[in-house]
T-cell receptor
Framework: GNSVTQMEGPVTLSEEAFLTINCTYT??????LFWYVQYPGEGLQLLLK?????DKGSNKGFEATYRKETTSFHLEKGSVQVSDSAVYFC????????????FGKGTTLSVSS | DTAVSQTPKYLVTQMGNDKSIKCEQN?????MYWYKQDSKKFLKIMFS???????INETVPNRFSPKSPDKAHLNLHINSLELGDSAVYFC???????????????FGSGTRLTVV
């Protein structure tokens, strides 16, 4: 089946620290991979995406590389800010008819100044 | 202009009541979805419609009934509400079903349902 596993949180960092949130997936076929972010009290926003192996998605200083050999899509940022505090979701679409976006369980990031 | 809009944003109701949540998208997308987010933030697909046709119907109690009058609208009606239905419900849309994954989904801001 299709599934996404991401590291349990919460992750607590000081401002300007390096961030990694691990994400691995299981999928049949050739999925597209995404990171979504949910700020407190808000809906989900697409942060970045990658649609094929070795693609790197990037946005707002965050980046993730689609690694088919390790079935991973780890999220990284070199220097986090307080405003990055949110819940981060790794997700995939199997790109097959009759399927939908499948989410990991989410990782809460808290950044302090 | 809001791309995916849901109403109401908050809904507090008593057990046993029937309620509806409405969703509209102005992106011209063909496919719409309902997701449920539980208290631990886990997001699970409930339903999906492609151009008014139901294409995904996960294991959801039949008290939940989606309705899509046209491809820009997807409403969720819930009968006989139970305490366990308390959650945040998100509507989303995408350009195409299944194979439209490359574009990602656009989500509404959510409806927080509290059953007391």
């Amino acid at each position: 089946g299709n599934s996404v596993t991401q590291m349990e949180g919460p992750v607590t960092l000081s401002e300007e620290a390096f961030l990694t949130i691990n994400c691995t997936y299981t999928a049949t076929g050739y999925p597209s991979l995404f990171w979504y972010v949910q700020y407190p009290g808000e809906g989900l926003q697409l942060l970045l995406k990658a649609t094929k192996a070795d693609d790197k998605g990037s946005n707002k200083g965050f980046e993730a590389t689609y690694r088919k050999e390790t079935t991973s899509f780890h999220l990284e940022k070199g220097s986090v800010q307080v405003s990055d505090s949110a819940v981060y979701f790794c997700a995939l679409t199997p790109n097959q008819a009759g399927t939908a976006l499948i989410f990991g369980k989410g990782t809460t990031l808290s950044v302090s100044s | 202009d809001t791309a995916v809009s849901q109403t109401p944003k908050y809904l507090v109701t008593q057990m046993g009541n029937d309620k509806s949540i409405k969703c509209e998208q102005n992106l011209g997308h063909d496919t719409m979805y309902w997701y449920k987010q539980d208290s631990k933030k886990f997001l699970k697909i409930m339903f999906s419609y492609n151009n008014k046709e139901l294409i995904i119907n996960e294991t959801v109690p039949n008290r939940f009934s989606p309705k899509s009058p046209d491809k820009a609208h997807l409403n969720l009606h819930i009968n006989s509400l139970e305490l366990g239905d308390s959650a945040v419900y998100f509507c989303a849309s995408s350009p195409a079903a299944g194979t439209g994954g490359g574009e990602g989904y656009t989500f509404g801001s959510g409806t927080r349902l509290t059953v007391v």
